[in-house]
């Protein structure tokens, strides 16, 4: 299993359109295959929207997007290019602990992701520390995603968690910080480059809400 995130940053003031842009042609779309996730940027860099989609491989990517590319519909793509400023896109693997994305899951009002580089070479490490840490993590609330860069940025590790709202978040935080444990944050500063993070609010139509 892979996930491609696509990141697109908008012209401010577009992302309520571009959701129901991309409402109207997303049941052509999910004839092909599923969507993982939809949300728009709340905190953080503004104006992004983030969607995720599950596939096989590789090749069952290729496979999915050249059948919608031919799709009659002329529901999808969505007319939405007038509305991007820039776009990127990354793949990425799953980790080995992380729950599939595909069925609908009401998990919280706020989703934070958090984006971690690490050294090169470090990547097999993490994973271990984090597998070790995260049923320590997961008594507080759950682990919405995990993934780990194969293509674009590489030696990135994305996390995902989500919150009924901003409080949630903080007291979560605080407690799951003070597990007797003593798990939790995974030991993995060691190998830190950076760190960033992101508020994110799922759209209606997101699989994960």
Known sequence: MIYEVRTYTLKPGAVATFEER???GLPIREKYSPLGAFWHTDIGPLNQVIHVWPYRDLAHRDEVRAATAKDTGGKWP???TEFIASM??????PAPFMRPLGEPQALGSIYEMR???????????VLERWAESIPYR???SPLAACWYSE???LNRF??????KDLADRARIRAEAGK????KWPPATREWLVSQENKLLVPAAFSRLH
């Open 151 to 153: 293509l674009g940025g």
């Open 158 to 163: 994305f996390h995902v968690w989500p919150y």
């Open 115 to 125: 984006i971690y580089t690490y050294q090169y070479g470090a990547m097999p490490r």
């Open 138 to 140: 997961e008594k507080y």
């Open 78 to 80: 969505p007319k939405i």
């Open 22 to 24: 991309f409402a109207e």
């Open 179 to 182: 597990d007797p444990s003593g």
């Open 88 to 93: 990127q896109s990354e793949i990425l693997h």
